[in-house]
């Protein structure tokens, strides 16, 4: 990853807080064709390992060997800038667009696992994970137990050992005050919800404050 040292987030608690809020990433690995292959997928960050799964319908998996080589790519809050919020741009013009987004990306090798015992404890605790922010939270035990184990042979579990985690958040820190109040009131402005949050984001940087993130998704599978 391209990091800045004006974008780097070096805190592994912010970049923690960006995963659990997104709560899912695009995994990558090179298949056998020795092309590229994506699936996004809901994670758990345990430590020095990623803990994910996807279905076993979904052919990425036949294509891993223990070990594999793999990124994993957590987003956040993204979008647009237009030169035209800046203030420099009524001084001299020389201003262009740009996109702004926040990121953490992981490097590590993957394995594949078709244990049910750790495929329960995988989903068990994705489970709790979101079901925790609930009033009246869900679990795996609320269904019957056959239908569950059915479940489970219907997916396979992916564990990464994390080799190196960056965190990127690229929000106009390199812009003067003035430029980035102009974007901030633009994307307020102009900008729909998710520009909004974007916009807070950039608004917190300005504060001094902890980076507000996206509300987490729901895991799918």
Do not use: C
């Not at 592994?12 to 990433?25: F, I, Y």
């Not at 102009?190 to 987490?216: F, H, I, K, S, Y």
């Amino acid at each position: 990853m391209y990091v800045p040292h004006f974008n780097a987030m070096p805190d592994r608690r912010e970049m923690r807080a960006l995963v659990d809020a997104v709560g899912a990433a695009e995994l990558v690995t090179v298949g056998p064709d020795g092309y590229p292959v994506a699936t996004r997928l809901p994670i758990i960050w345990d430590d020095d390992r990623l803990v994910l799964h996807l279905a076993r319908a979904n052919q990425h998996w036949k294509g891993i060997e223990p070990d594999s080589p793999a990124l994993a790519v957590v987003t956040g809050v993204e979008g647009y800038i237009s030169p035209s919020w800046y203030a420099t741009k009524a001084e001299h013009g020389k201003v262009v667009p740009t996109w702004n987004y926040s990121s953490v990306e992981f490097r590590g090798r993957v394995t594949v696992h078709h244990d049910e015992d750790w495929l329960l404890d995988a989903v068990t605790r994705l489970t709790e994970l979101h079901e925790g922010r609930r009033s009246e939270p869900w679990q795996v035990a609320d269904a019957p137990e056959d239908y569950v184990r059915k479940e489970l042979r219907a997916i396979v579990g992916i564990e990464m050992a994390i080799e190196r985690v960056e965190g990127k958040a690229k929000l106009s820190q390199n812009r003067s005050d003035e430029d980035r109040a102009g974007a901030i009131e633009g994307l307020r402005r102009e900008g729909g919800p998710r520009e909004r949050v974007l916009a807070a984001e950039m608004a917190d940087v300005v504060a001094g404050q902890p980076r507000r993130r996206t509300p987490a998704r729901s895991p799918t599978r």
